[in-house]
């Protein structure tokens, strides 16, 4: 079996710790999806938070079976400010405790992102005001995403705010 990714380079060693069916030694529809979703994971790790990998198995049923993942990475991003605004009852230290989303640190150089995370922290956030009696909070998000640059040029990273 032989498993191949199109579209990103992955060395065969992240490629073994990302792709389940090697440590299994077959192939099914549950492997292939774990497997779409960490090398999915892995590339917003490394900035690239709109990308998109599918999966395609050629030769089906033979001796040359082959798993091909296509990863559409899209434009890479870092991740420049979180910011909060509104609150008064809790400090920005402890509703940062509750989020996921991070801007970019020395650890992660383009930060933590991704519209799962960024509603991950809404509830939590929201969870934290209705256990404190705050029925009527609300959470709104305003994600900025700037890819060009001020004289019009496309940048080679772009900014998340």
Not at 86 to 100: A, C, P, Q, S
Not at 109 to 126: E, M, N, T
Request: proline share 1%.
């Amino acid at each position: 079996m032989k498993v191949s990714v199109e579209g990103a380079k992955i060395s065969t060693g992240r490629l073994h710790l990302l792709v389940p069916i090697f440590e299994e030694g077959t192939i099914d529809n549950d492997l292939l999806n774990e497997g779409v979703f960490n090398i999915r994971d892995y590339e917003q790790q490394q900035g690239f938070f709109d990308s998109k990998v599918d999966v395609r198995v050629v030769g089906n049923g033979t001796t040359a079976e082959q798993v091909v993942f296509t990863v559409d990475r899209g434009v890479k991003h870092k991740v420049v400010a979180v910011d909060l605004k509104g609150n008064k009852y809790f400090t920005d230290d402890l509703l940062r405790e509750r989020m996921r989303v991070q801007k970019s640190n020395a650890y992660q150089r383009s930060g933590r992102y991704s519209p799962a995370l960024v509603s991950g922290d809404v509830g939590a956030i929201q969870a934290l005001y209705r256990a404190n009696g705050f029925d009527q909070a609300k959470v709104t998000t305003d994600v900025k995403d700037v890819t060009t640059a001020k004289n019009g040029k496309k940048m080679k990273v772009g900014r998340l705010r």
